[in-house]
T-cell receptor
Framework: NAGVTQTPKFQVLKTGQSMTLQCAQDMNHNSMYWYRQDPGMGLRLIYYSASEGTTDKGEVPNGYNVSRLNKREFSLRLESAAPSQTSVYFC?????????????FGEGSRLTVL | GEDVEQSLFLSVREGDSSVINCTYTDSSSTYLYWYKQEPGAGLQLLTYIFSNMDMKQDQRLTVLLNKKDKHLSLRIADTQTGDSAIYFCAEDTGGFKTIFGAGTRLFVKA
């Protein structure tokens, strides 16, 4: 089982460039999430999608957009990258059909913005 | 608002017990979790406790919950070098959101 797959694993951007992080899960989960991880700050929620066709802002949505392409895929886009967006990004999906449960994480995408 | 706090570092000797502490703010949390992150990897669920429980034991892991003080702890008995990782406390606010602490980096000295 692949679980949650993120691409790319590493990316270096220049300030102002755009890019999309891709995420796919093969566990038939309804809800998917994008988090960023920064030293000393833990994981902060950027956006989430409770179900196919819906997206909602999390704690730190500014500078990002998301697309829930279908039940499997949830992408995160940086339209104009800034150095403050240098971070490790994690995609996750939520087990079960309710509003709580175990989160399954991808291996992360390490982004550096110069 | 919702917040989860935990200390950033813990160092123990191999064979000793490790205790990682966490405080949270949302008294309506249904579940409280401990996730483990090994180097270069994503987080994996280690254990969890339902909010109406005081304690949960799972092999070398013991989770204690003090609802009055909103305090959660994870005890790892007979800590091994393979337990070196970052441990995240998290609370489930029930609205499709899980709130994570900053993570405690556990160092295990041989």
């Amino acid at each position: 089982n692949a679980g949650v797959t993120q691409t790319p694993k590493f990316q270096v951007l220049k300030t102002g460039q755009s890019m999309t992080l891709q995420c796919a899960q093969d566990m038939n989960h309804n809800s998917m999430y994008w988090y960023r991880q920064d030293p000393g700050m833990g994981l902060r929620l950027i956006y989430y999608s409770a179900s196919e066709g819906t997206t909602d802002k999390g704690e730190v949505p500014n500078g990002y957009n998301v697309s829930r392409l279908n039940k499997r895929e949830f992408s995160l886009r940086l339209e104009s990258a800034a150095p403050s967006q240098t971070s490790v990004y994690f995609c996750a999906s939520l087990s079960g059909t309710g509003r709580t449960g175990e989160l399954f994480f991808g291996e992360g995408s390490r982004l550096t913005v110069l | 608002g919702e917040d989860v706090e935990q200390s950033l570092f813990l160092s123990v000797r191999e064979g000793d017990s490790s205790v990682i502490n966490c405080t949270y703010t949302d008294s309506s949390s249904t579940y409280l979790y401990w996730y483990k992150q090994e180097p270069g990897a994503g987080l994996q669920l280690l254990t969890y406790i339902f909010s109406n429980m005081d304690m949960k034991q799972d092999q070398r892991l013991t989770v204690l919950l003090n609802k009055k003080d909103k305090h959660l702890s994870l005890r790892i008995a007979d800590t091994q070098t393979g337990d070196s990782a970052i441990y995240f406390c998290a609370e489930d606010t029930g609205g499709f959101k899980t709130i994570f602490g900053a993570g405690t980096r556990l160092f295990v000295k041989a």
